[in-house]
């Protein structure tokens, strides 16, 4: 395995000229970008991916789509369109939610967030009723039943014996 399949680089750049300059600066060593909410929100996420999957890279849009079933629906259509190889949405959306994004996915990945990682156990209890170990399975079982194809899952509080 080449590490750099594996290897996802985040462009959370201030402007474009830096996620552009650090794109240059990758060259050949990685090939996937991670395009989030501060690319979208300042302007260059459209721009970056472009030129990035006009080298070859792929990209995984990472905004947490999280909305009704149509809006969702709508949305993967268009990250579809885009070509992205894998988008996230979050599990909070609900089934519906998670299985429209599913359905119009096209060729692209759907990675369901379980509980964010910033999160800690009394956040999760306000916000999702639960703890962080109960939630986090509870939301990957459900991206799985619906048909989900990736899961990023916060790992606090979790047991693995």
């Known amino acids: 395995m080449d590490p750099k399949d594996h290897l996802i680089v985040a462009f959370n750049h ?22 989030g909410e501060q690319a979208v929100s300042r302007g260059y996420a459209d721009k970056i991916a472009g030129i ?3 080298r070859g890279k792929r990209i995984f849009w990472d905004t947490k ?16 369109e885009k070509g992205v190889t894998w988008f996230t949405v979050h ?17 692209s990945g759907v990675v369901v967030v379980t509980v964010l990682t910033s999160y800690d156990s009394l956040d999760c209890r306000d916000i999702y009723g639960g703890r962080i170990d109960e939630k986090v399975l509870q939301f990957a079982r459900m991206a799985l039943e619906c048909g989900a194809q ?4 916060a790992v606090a509080g979790l047991s693995f014996s």
């Open 150 to 153: 990736g899961i990023v899952s």
């Open 14 to 35: 201030r402007t474009d000229y830096d996620a552009l300059r650090t794109l240059n600066n990758l060259g050949n060593h990685v090939d996937i970008i991670k395009v």
């Open 65 to 80: 789509l999280h909305d009704t079933p149509d809006t969702m629906a709508e949305a993967a259509t268009g990250l579809a």
């Open 91 to 107: 599990a909070s959306a609900g089934k519906k939610a998670i299985k429209a994004a599913v359905a119009n996915r096209g060729n």
């Open 52 to 54: 990035a999957q006009r």
